[in-house]
């Protein structure tokens, strides 16, 4: 059966970038963004030109640069965001502008003071404008999470048939769990006429740490987009992190999905935002985390030693990382240590094993991890005098 494409669409230099502190600069975005092109990422939403000068510039360096993905703005359903993301969009090969508008209750009332019925004059309004200067428009239903089904159907309906290529439901507050997500797409696509001819997206935040599972379980119910970004950086508690939901696919629906990324590149891309944002990977974040591949209990070390899959599902090398790491603490056993020392060039007998695992011990209880010069030193006072 033949593998059915999911698009990924990367907003770390959009929604990545609202991160406090992370501010890029146009170069920056450049640098990231050309990589983002060869990494195989099929949208890159570089900014939203209307927020500022300094943004305007970056989007319209981007799209000038990029060869292979299209590259996306963000507007409000607002006539000026609408034509100064058109106007920053110009040099793209693929541009396509981000438009939409909050369709829950408590936009609709709050937000935005407004009525049902007014949203989709705007959404279709928006939508319109866009298609007059791009061919590929997407439209966002702002907190789609906990908007009523009936009325984002309505509002998906009318988008649609104003010209929009792409509907992007967002979890903008991170509120829904998966069964509720992915039911909400199974229901999209089983009411909105027309919805076939579009490509369904999900763009979820992790406040309730189920983004990357909100998303596969909008995949699973007919979302062929992924929004996403590089170590799952964003607003509040982040988005769906890429390197999470390109991995979930490759190793969990392999048969079924496919992606372009180049998955060797994973940690190279997650060092380069990490740097440049400022902002620490932590070190148990899955895929890309400096613990992701590393082993310190004995149990564990002892099966990754003679088979490295006992405990590792992904391959290291798959994402860019060289190999899975024995880290030496007092948890760690005799296999961990013996395979450590002949790392270093010394194959121990078991005599000699046994006397350097006393002196480890010892060691390990005083200080959170042994390393390769403490074990030399160990070597040469407590085993050399041995031979």
Do not use: W
Request: charged share 25%.
């Amino acid at each position: 059966m033949a593998t059915e494409k999911i698009f990924i669409f990367d907003t770390t230099l959009r929604d990545g970038e609202q991160v406090p502190g992370c501010k890029l600069l146009k170069e920056q975005k450049m640098i990231i963004a050309e990589q983002l092109d060869v990494f195989g990422v099929d949208i890159i939403e570089a900014g939203f030109p209307i927020s500022s000068p300094g943004d305007f510039e970056a989007v319209q360096a981007v799209a000038q640069i990029v060869k292979s993905a299209t590259v996306c703005g963000l507007s409000r359903a607002v006539v000026k965001d609408i034509e100064v993301a058109a106007q920053a969009l110009k040099g793209a090969v693929r541009p396509r502008i981000h438009t939409g508008i909050g369709t829950s209750d408590s936009h609709v009332r709050f937000k935005l003071n407004t009525t049902r019925e007014d949203i989709l004059y705007r959404a279709i309004a928006a939508v319109k404008l866009a298609k007059s200067f791009v061919d590929d428009v997407e439209f966002y239903a702002e907190d789609a999470g906990r908007t009523d089904n009936d009325f984002l159907a309505r509002v998906c309906e009318a988008v649609i048939k104003a010209g929009a290529t792409v509907l992007n439901i967002p979890d903008t507050t991170g509120y829904c769990l998966p069964h509720e997500y992915g039911e909400k797409m199974a229901y999209l696509k089983e009411n909105v006429t027309g919805i076939h001819n579009v490509v369904l997206s999900t763009h979820c935040h992790n406040d309730l740490g189920m983004a990357t599972a909100n998303s596969i379980a909008g995949v699973e119910n007919g979302a062929r987009q992924v929004e996403c970004t590089i170590n799952g950086i964003g607003e509040r508690a982040g988005n769906t992190a890429l390197e999470e939901v390109v991995m979930i696919l490759k190793q969990r629906f392999g048969h079924k999905y496919e992606t372009s990324i180049q998955s060797t590149m994973l940690k190279g891309i997650s060092l380069l935002v990490s740097e440049t944002m400022g902002m620490t990977v932590q070190a148990n974040k899955a895929i890309v985390g400096a613990n992701a591949f590393a082993h310190s209990s004995g149990i564990h070390q002892d099966g990754v030693i003679k088979n490295r899959e006992t405990y590792e599902i992904i391959n290291p090398a798959d994402v860019g990382v060289d190999q899975s790491s024995i880290v030496l603490t007092a948890r760690s056993g005799r296999a961990a240590l013996a395979y450590r020392f002949k790392e270093l060039g010394h194959h121990l007998r078991k005599d000699e094993l046994d006397v350097a695992y006393h002196h480890f011990l010892i060691l390990a209880d005083h200080q959170k991890e042994v390393v390769d010069v403490d074990l030399q030193k160990l070597f040469e006072q407590k085993i050399y005098a041995m031979v």
